[in-house]
């Protein structure tokens, strides 16, 4: 439904009576008389509860936050140069016969392209009556916590003196305000950061809101800032435990370092929070603190969290400390005014406090003395529930509120103690009916402090400093938040109030806080969204409005791309190439646009998932946190974050566009090990939910489970598996697939579920091929499967040979000399194809290839034997290869799948790092370098030969050895040198369908990039199509392509990709193909592809030319190869190259 116009200017709200007032000065609001009864609130969330008390939701005559300090930023360093490190500290200083201050020091940390670095510190307002200012300083090196004196190389300025520890340096200011230090290239290389505070007068030590100063010099280790921060919650560390302003504490104190180290430092400090806001962390031991020095730390790490959102460099981070935020009260006020406002109350209302007589109210008491010693947001709560019990007069409804409403009980009340005066909650109070208006004007103190997680306090103290037209229709979609029309508006709200607190001059918390508000209530509306009457096209709509949502902060940059492509195809027809609404190819482009926002989701939340976890581990170990809850810590993270709003309406929508598409009723969820493509298991019919806490390791299963909750574990052993019902991309199951591996899809259809259940209790290999996922029976058993060790099974395939190496005694063949026993089929048949006047003549008169041309790149081959030659001559490395291997053999032996996996990643690391390069190999790479262009280096190419010959013993190859019994010495690697093509498009063709088995047509998919998204199995759909060997190749179009990342050869680099060519590939009755690797010497980028912009989605007739060309290319190479081929390639322009043509293997 369509959100209200907006409203003219002026139906705008009217500027505030009063002007704004200092943050600790913000009235309360007017007491409305007390109603003769008030009803028991709903135990409903507050968000969604517009009907609650009033008195619940003081609203303030102005509450503008006051402006974040900032100074003019430092002109920027030349580009040859990085900022190391760039901020403002903020210094407030004062109170008593101290001399007031309010300033700070700007810190600046430079790396020079010579490697030397400069620090500079900038003091602003700190000497407002003369006298001398220095820096008390220190350095800390890398791996360390302690302070120790400058190395010996630092130019320092003149003054700077050892304090007189032996530890800290004393550095005064210039008359300009600066100090200006440097360390030249190779001085302090292992100094990680400088510490440090300023002293005035050498008396005034002046610490700033982000406690020491602390400046940068290497990227902080992000293990340093976890370890700090989960050893300040170990318990055996702490005599009496820890409170939450300690930890507020050390958050601050680590906050700077944080964010310098990415995302890992952003979620040490969200896993921190986190825990800490389920009280999963204690907030009530350790000691006493003032409300004032808890309403000052809040306030400050909520500011600082709030510009790290904005600002922080890459967009995991953002979000990390974006969620951290939505954690914590907003801070700010007048602590004092807690302490001085409940005392005030008791005397005022002659409520007995220490030895003065009065009314004997036990809970006052014992509230007076927790908001003495440890206020913090409960106190709002427990106010909240006071008030209730006033109104109502019933003691138990006080116990009761706080349960429904925010989920305290009684054992939590008795534990807020803290210092030797305070034993807890436990009441009861007197009903004192009188104390309801002033009790709601202390609720409001409480609320400046604690408050700003909910929309409407959230814009109480926001506001001041939003537009006044933004300011209006907020507050006319608060008071309409139950209509119909709120989602999309609120959506749209956010653009623009991200103009606020994201793009304008300052980030100011409270708008951040009413974003956070916001979007939290969003996804509460789509989640509880009934859309059994809204049309598919409804729900195109509220799923385009739930990715603008997620995108708003521009954190997500994959999802950004997939939010254009899914505007286009949602578009009108003008936009899309002229595709017409619910036309199967419309369905086509719609479904890749659904798909690739899937991906995008899937890819973002699995990260977030993975940092939360990470993080959360060490925290809550030490903290003695149940594991239980701990391990499902990162999955809950991903459950209540809006992207789970992006899941709901992909569920909603993605069969109706599968059916306008024609897709296959296959929905792959997760690809799966690429092991399962030997052997995944016996297939077993059994619910999920039936086989938890079972472990099939030694005798791996295929589990078809009809229905999935979603929050079902995969036990151990499991490869696969296959449900008939809908799964959530974003459920528990769907995370740990993706995380452990483990194929996880849904086939929907009863036709295509029937036969799988047809297959119960057999052996099973599965392949992904396209949209499809082929199942069938396994050759070689389950000695091909990963998680099993142990000796060969004897399942081995009957009649294959392997041909042996013929020793050939030089280092590098050409092309006319690839022949058995020296180079294997890859070598043989790109050296056929490239000699084949066939092709040749094809490429002349085919009416299909005028104005392109094909090509079989040149290439050079290191021959079988050049790895044995090799290690021969390295016997050091050749010792440790045979300890290596005796290594596997035992490990095998003893059935340990485990610590076989690890001694073959020790094989695998002796022959990259170890192997030394004989002095007689050298030239001949030289000279084959320069035969490619010369820009690749010998040290390049000789490090991807070794990972090649190291591929040799991953695990997959090294199982299916196993389980074909291959020998070890019977397999034999050569390794084909040749030039990268930087391909626009890759493709893979099968002469004959690898789906039906049809020799009669060719099956064909093409991806975006080079072809390793196509080969390495990577999530999304290519463009795959069918077409028939007739004249015209007709042709159609099975899924446009999805996947989200192109691998992309580095701009103006010519470069080299080493290929594996071994003796154990493309045997008769066995693809051992893409067992093992070949490695780019100049590593290709990755890039999110723009779907929105290419033409393989929007141009029909440039697609259908591609088709076409690549149809009739395949039946050439067939007719040359006399065989039916899998065949790869590549695309630059209007030229076609042939990469690889191999024997297809059809079952």
């Given at each position: 439904p369509a959100a209200p116009p907006t409203p003219p200017p002026q139906a705008a709200a009217p500027p505030p009576a009063a002007p704004p007032a200092p943050e600790a000065a913000v009235p309360p609001p007017a007491a409305p008389p007390a109603p003769?009864?008030?009803?028991?609130?709903?135990?409903?969330?507050?968000?969604?509860?517009?009907?609650?008390?009033?008195?619940?939701?003081?609203?303030?005559?102005?509450?503008?936050?006051?402006?974040?300090?900032?100074?003019?930023?430092?002109?920027?360093?030349?580009?040859?140069?990085?900022?190391?490190?760039?901020?403002?500290?903020?210094?407030?200083?004062?109170?008593?016969?101290?001399?007031?201050?309010?300033?700070?020091?700007?810190?600046?940390?430079?790396?020079?392209?010579?490697?030397?670095?400069?620090?500079?510190?900038?003091?602003?307002?700190?000497?407002?009556?003369?006298?001398?200012?220095?820096?008390?300083?220190?350095?800390?090196?890398?791996?360390?916590?302690?302070?120790?004196?400058?190395?010996?190389?630092?130019?320092?300025?003149?003054?700077?003196?050892?304090?007189?520890?032996?530890?800290?340096?004393?550095?005064?200011?210039?008359?300009?305000?600066?100090?200006?230090?440097?360390?030249?290239?190779?001085?302090?290389?292992?100094?990680?950061?400088?510490?440090?505070?300023?002293?005035?007068?050498?008396?005034?030590?002046?610490?700033?809101?982000?406690?020491?100063?602390?400046?940068?010099l290497m990227t902080p280790n992000s293990n340093g800032i976890l370890k700090a921060l989960s050893s300040g919650e170990n318990k055996k560390n702490q005599e009496h435990g820890t409170n939450l302003y300690n930890r507020f504490c050390r958050i601050n104190d680590k906050l700077s370092e944080s964010q310098q180290a990415g995302p890992p430092g952003a979620a040490a400090i969200f896993a921190t929070l986190r825990l800490s806001a389920v009280r999963q962390l204690p907030?009530?031991?350790?000691?006493?603190?003032?409300?004032?020095?808890?309403?000052?730390?809040?306030?400050?790490?909520?500011?600082?969290?709030?510009?790290?959102?904005?600002?922080?460099?890459?967009?995991?981070?953002?979000?990390?400390?974006?969620?951290?935020?939505?954690?914590?009260?907003?801070?700010?006020?007048?602590?004092?005014?807690?302490?001085?406002?409940?005392?005030?109350?008791?005397?005022?209302?002659?409520?007995?406090?220490?030895?003065?007589?009065?009314?004997?109210?036990?809970?006052?008491?014992?509230?007076?003395?927790?908001?003495?010693?440890?206020?913090?947001?409960?106190?709002?709560?427990?106010?909240?529930?006071?008030?209730?019990?006033?109104?109502?007069?019933?003691?138990?409804?006080?116990?009761?509120?706080?349960?429904?409403?925010?989920?305290?009980?009684?054992?939590?009340?008795?534990?807020?103690?803290?210092?030797?005066?305070?034993?807890?909650?436990?009441?009861?109070?007197?009903?004192?009916?009188?104390?309801?208006?002033?009790?709601?004007?202390?609720?409001?103190?409480?609320?400046?402090?604690?408050?700003?997680?909910?929309?409407?306090?959230?814009?109480?103290?926001?506001?001041?400093?939003?537009?006044?037209?933004?300011?209006?229709?907020?507050?006319?979609?608060?008071?309409n938040r139950d209509a119909p029309w709120v989602p999309n508006k609120i959506v749209e709200l956010r653009e623009r109030l991200a103009g606020v607190w994201k793009y304008g001059p300052d980030c100011n918390r409270d708008v951040v806080l009413l974003d956070i508000a916001m979007e939290k209530f969003y996804r509460q509306r789509i989640e509880a969204m009934n859309t059994a009457g809204m049309t598919a096209d409804d729900k195109l709509g509220a799923l385009e409005a739930a990715v603008r949502n997620v995108c708003i902060g521009g954190d997500f940059d994959r999802m950004q791309m997939a939010l254009e492509f899914l505007r286009k195809a949602n578009g009108p027809a003008e936009a899309s190439g002229g595709l017409?609404?619910?036309?199967?190819?419309?369905?086509?482009?719609?479904?890749?646009?659904?798909?690739?926002?899937?991906?995008?989701?899937?890819?973002?939340?699995?990260?977030?998932?993975?940092?939360?976890?990470?993080?959360?581990?060490?925290?809550?170990?030490?903290?003695?946190?149940?594991?239980?809850?701990?391990?499902?810590?990162?999955?809950e993270v991903v459950r209540g974050h809006s992207m789970f709003a992006v899941s709901k309406m992909i569920g909603e929508v993605r069969d109706e566009i599968r059916a306008a598409a024609g897709r296959s009723p296959w929905l792959i969820v997760s690809n799966g090990s690429p092991e399962i493509s030997l052997h995944a298991g016996v297939v077993q019919v059994v619910p999920l939910a039936d086989i938890q806490g079972q472990d099939y390791s030694s005798n791996p299963i295929v589990a078809l489970t009809a229905k999935l909750g979603g929050l079902e574990d995969i036990p151990p052993g499991v490869t696969a598996v296959i449900t008939a019902s809908p799964v959530d991309l974003l459920s528990h199951i769907a995370i740990r697939a993706r995380q452990m591996k483990v194929l996880l899809a849904a086939m929907p259809d009863p036709g295509g579920w029937a036969e799988l259940m047809s297959m119960s209790g057999e052996g099973v290999k599965i392949d992904i091929v396209g949209e499809e996922v082929i199942v069938k029976k396994s050759e070689l058993g389950p000695a091909a499967s990963a998680?099993?060790?142990?000796?060969?099974?004897?399942?081995?395939?009957?009649?294959?040979?392997?041909?042996?190496?013929?020793?050939?005694?030089?280092?590098?063949?050409?092309?006319?000399d690839y022949a058995d026993g020296i180079v294997g089929g890859k070598s043989k048949s790109l050296s056929n194809l490239g000699f084949s006047t066939t092709l040749s003549t094809y490429a002349m008169m085919s009416e299909t290839m005028r104005g392109g041309d094909l090509t079989v790149p040149t290439s050079n081959a290191l021959p079988f034997g050049s790895f044995e030659k090799t290690l021969r001559a390295d016997e050091d490395t050749l010792e440790k290869v045979a300890v290596a291997t005796a290594a596997v053999a035992a490990a095998d032996d003893a059935g340990d799948a485990d610590l076989r996996r690890d001694a073959l990643d020790v094989l695998r690391d002796i022959i990259v790092y170890r192997l030394k390069m004989p002095a007689d190999l050298k030239p001949v790479l030289e000279q084959a370098i320069a035969s490619y262009g010369g820009m690749a280096t010998v040290e390049g190419v000789w490090r991807a030969i070794k990972?090649?010959?190291?591929?040799?013993?991953?695990?997959?190859?090294?199982?299916?050895?196993?389980?074909?019994?291959?020998?070890?010495?019977?397999?034999?690697?050569?390794?084909?040198?040749?030039?990268?093509?930087?391909?626009?498009?890759?493709?893979?063709?099968?002469?004959?369908?690898?789906?039906?088995?049809?020799?009669?047509?060719?099956?064909?998919?093409?991806?975006?990039?080079?072809?390793?998204?196509?080969?390495?199995?990577?999530?999304?759909?290519?463009?795959?199509?069918t077409a028939q060997k007739v004249k015209g190749f007709p042709h159609d179009v099975r899924s446009l392509p999805s996947k989200p990342i192109a691998h992309v050869a580095k701009a103006n680099t010519r470069t080299i990709i080493a290929r594996s060519d071994s003796n154990g590939e493309d045997l008769e009755g066995f693809a051992g193909a893409g067992l093992y690797d070949s490695v780019v010497v100049d590593e290709p980028e990755l890039k999110p592809v723009a779907y929105a912009d290419e033409p393989l989605i929007w141009d029909a007739e440039k697609r259908s030319s591609i088709i076409r060309k690549l149809a009739e290319l395949a039946v050439a190479i067939e007719v040359e190869m006399k065989s039916p081929q899998d065949i790869e390639g590549c695309i630059v322009g209007e030229n076609f190259y042939i990469l690889q043509s191999r024997p297809q293997v059809l079952h």
């Open positions: 003769a009864e008030v009803p028991t609130p709903a135990a409903v969330p507050a968000e969604a509860a517009p009907a609650s008390p009033e008195w619940l939701n003081p609203t303030p005559a102005a509450a503008p936050a006051a402006p974040i300090a900032r100074v003019a930023p430092p002109a920027a360093a030349p580009a040859s140069e990085t900022i190391r490190f760039d901020e403002y500290a903020k210094v407030d200083f004062g109170g008593h016969d101290r001399v007031e201050t309010h300033g700070g020091v700007h810190m600046l940390a430079v790396e020079h392209p010579d490697g030397s670095k400069t620090v500079t510190l900038t003091q602003n307002d700190l000497l407002p009556a003369g006298g001398s200012l220095e820096w008390h300083w220190a350095c800390v090196m890398e791996g360390s916590d302690e302070w120790c004196l400058p190395p010996t190389g630092a130019v320092l300025p003149g003054g700077t003196n050892d304090s007189g520890d032996g530890k800290a340096s004393r550095t005064p200011f210039g008359g300009d305000g600066k100090i200006v230090m440097q360390f030249p290239r190779g001085v302090g290389d292992d100094v990680a950061r400088l510490v440090g505070i300023i002293v005035r007068n050498n008396s005034d030590w002046l610490h700033a809101d982000v406690g020491d100063l602390t400046i940068p907030w009530y031991a350790g000691g006493n603190y003032q409300g004032k020095d808890m309403a000052h730390m809040q306030k400050v790490i909520c500011e600082r969290m709030a510009r790290a959102s904005a600002t922080s460099e890459d967009g995991m981070s953002r979000q990390l400390f974006r969620a951290a935020l939505g954690t914590l009260p907003r801070g700010g006020g007048n602590g004092d005014d807690i302490r001085l406002g409940i005392l005030q109350l008791m005397r005022e209302n002659n409520i007995k406090e220490g030895h003065r007589p009065g009314i004997e109210d036990p809970f006052i008491a014992q509230w007076h003395q927790k908001l003495h010693s440890n206020t913090t947001v409960d106190d709002i709560y427990i106010c909240e529930a006071y008030l209730h019990f006033l109104h109502t007069g019933a003691w138990d409804d006080f116990w009761t509120y706080l349960w429904d409403n925010h989920g305290l009980t009684k054992d939590d009340l008795a534990e807020m103690k803290a210092g030797w005066r305070t034993e807890g909650i436990h009441g009861p109070a007197e009903h004192l009916p009188h104390m309801i208006d002033p009790m709601k004007h202390f609720l409001w103190i409480l609320k400046i402090t604690h408050g700003g997680g909910s929309m409407d306090s959230a814009m109480d103290f926001a506001h001041g400093v939003l537009p006044e037209d933004l300011q209006y229709e907020i507050r006319d979609m608060l008071d017409v609404r619910w036309s199967a190819d419309w369905g086509k482009a719609m479904d890749a646009a659904l798909d690739n926002v899937a991906l995008a989701m899937e890819h973002h939340m699995d990260e977030l998932c993975s940092c939360a976890q990470r993080a959360a581990y060490p925290i809550g170990l030490n903290a003695e946190i149940d594991f239980a809850y701990l391990d499902n810590f990162g999955e998680t099993v060790a142990g000796p060969p099974t004897g399942q081995y395939i009957e009649g294959l040979t392997i041909t042996p190496s013929a020793n050939c005694p030089v280092w590098l063949v050409e092309p006319k990972k090649v010959w190291a591929s040799k013993w991953n695990e997959r190859a090294y199982l299916s050895r196993k389980a074909c019994g291959v020998e070890e010495e019977e397999l034999c690697m050569a390794t084909l040198l040749m030039e990268l093509v930087p391909a626009e498009y890759s493709f893979v063709l099968h002469t004959a369908n690898p789906v039906t088995g049809n020799q009669n047509e060719v099956y064909g998919e093409i991806c975006v990039g080079l072809g390793e998204a196509l080969v390495g199995n990577e999530p999304g759909n290519a463009l795959s199509f």
